[in-house]
């Protein structure tokens, strides 16, 4: 294709997404001292942080068919940079809860548009296979985003984080400026009409199988990162030795994408793996529920990340194949759906403050979506 752009360039923007929150997550005992709120108070604004990205999917999906990919990707890192300049300068945390709601709005962008940039240049028999090499990349962020943060944390509090993640968004949309060619096709209609898009998404079972697939998978993943901080607080380590918990992640995610990938190398179908990854979701679950009064509950976590580095690329690779005319506002629609559920999620996990009891009850439900999901895709 004749503007197809760099994969690592591609790699590089998805990941940003899930590297600003792994890099965010040790500070949040931090932001809690600091702030004098409590754990619950803290751990919202990772739960908003996801109803505001599912805000920022439909936007900038709907915008990116409207404007082109580049022109929306450079506005939303744009939107970012502001949100995380205004967590840097505030000592209220409110205005903390509404900078990161401004951040997230833009983050969203390195999710859905990087996705619809790979739905514009890849055909269906090669999308499988490119989401299966970017599972294994986004391995990689939750030892980076864990263990930058910690050590950042540790020596510059929850402010060097702040730092830090604006440097990242500033050199990225520089970086998006010099190399991302515009891949929107050109179509005969140049502005989809939304409202026949939804309606067909939302009358489509396998958009809603999908983006509940998508969220509790998410859920599961995020509710780590929301709430093991204070496990971690509470048994007496600091922010730094959380940070290490990203080395055991990485060896999970890593499996897990090298797992995928050698199995849809075998042609086992989507379908498959995500039914497969749900029943490895469970042994997690049940796994961490009997040992997170140790930090042996590491060790079962890493089915979580297993699991979850084999459905997801899975369940993306096949969810919007048949609306490629309208990738933008399909992408978007269906990112709102799964965004919000996950937001949702992650207030009520917020609240409820045990890991465990959290992992078991959305593994469970992942069994009962992959047997209906298989049913409808044979």
């Known amino acids: 294709m004749k503007n197809k752009p760099n994969l690592m360039l591609l790699i590089i923007l998805i990941m940003f997404p899930q590297f600003v929150e792994t890099i965010y997550s040790p500070a949040l005992p931090n932001i809690a001292q600091a702030f004098q709120v409590s754990n619950q108070q803290a751990s919202l604004t990772l739960s908003f942080y996801f109803i505001a990205f599912a805000l920022g999917v439909i936007f900038w999906g709907i915008l990116s068919d409207i404007i082109g990919r580049r022109s929306a990707m450079i506005l939303g890192l744009f939107t970012y940079a502001i949100g995380a300049f205004m967590a840097l300068l505030t000592k209220d945390f409110n205005i903390i809860l509404f900078a990161r709601v401004v951040a997230a709005f833009g983050a969203s962008v390195g999710s859905i548009i990087t996705q ?70 050109q179509l005969k209609r140049d502005r989809p009409k939304v409202g026949v898009v939804l309606l067909e998404l939302l009358h489509d079972r396998i958009i809603w199988l999908s983006a509940l697939l998508v969220a509790l998978f998410n859920i599961m993943l995020f509710s780590y990162y929301s709430l093991a901080p204070f496990i971690f607080e509470h048994s007496g380590y600091s922010p730094t030795h959380f940070g290490y918990s990203g080395i055991v992640l990485a060896i999970g995610s890593l499996a897990g994408g090298m797992l995928n990938k050698r199995l849809v190398c075998l042609n ?19 796994g961490v529920f009997m040992l997170q009064d140790s930090l ?83």
């Open 268 to 286: 086992f179908s989507a379908q498959r793996l995500i039914y497969l990854s749900s029943f490895i979701s469970v042994i997690g679950a049940f």
């Open 296 to 378: 042996w509950f590491l060790l079962p976590i890493t089915f979580v990340l297993i699991a979850f580095s084999i459905a997801i690329p899975n369940i993306l690779s096949q969810a919007l194949i048949k609306y490629r005319d309208v990738a933008g506002t399909a992408g978007a629609i269906f990112g709102l759906l799964y965004y919000t559920l996950i937001g949702l999620g992650l207030i009520a996990s917020g609240w409820i403050q045990d890991l465990g009891v959290v992992l078991i009850s959305s593994s469970l439900l992942t069994i009962l979506l992959a047997y209906t999901y298989r049913k409808y895709l044979p």
């Open 116 to 185: 619809t940039i790979l739905r514009d240049v890849y055909r269906k028999e090669e999308l499988g296979y490119v989401f299966s090499i970017i599972g294994i990349a986004l391995s990689l962020s939750p030892i980076i985003g864990f263990m930058a943060g910690g050590f950042i944390t540790k020596g510059f509090g929850y402010h060097g984080v702040f730092m830090v993640v604006l440097l990242v968004a500033v050199l990225l949309s520089i970086s998006i400026i010099l190399l991302l060619p515009e891949t929107k096709p």
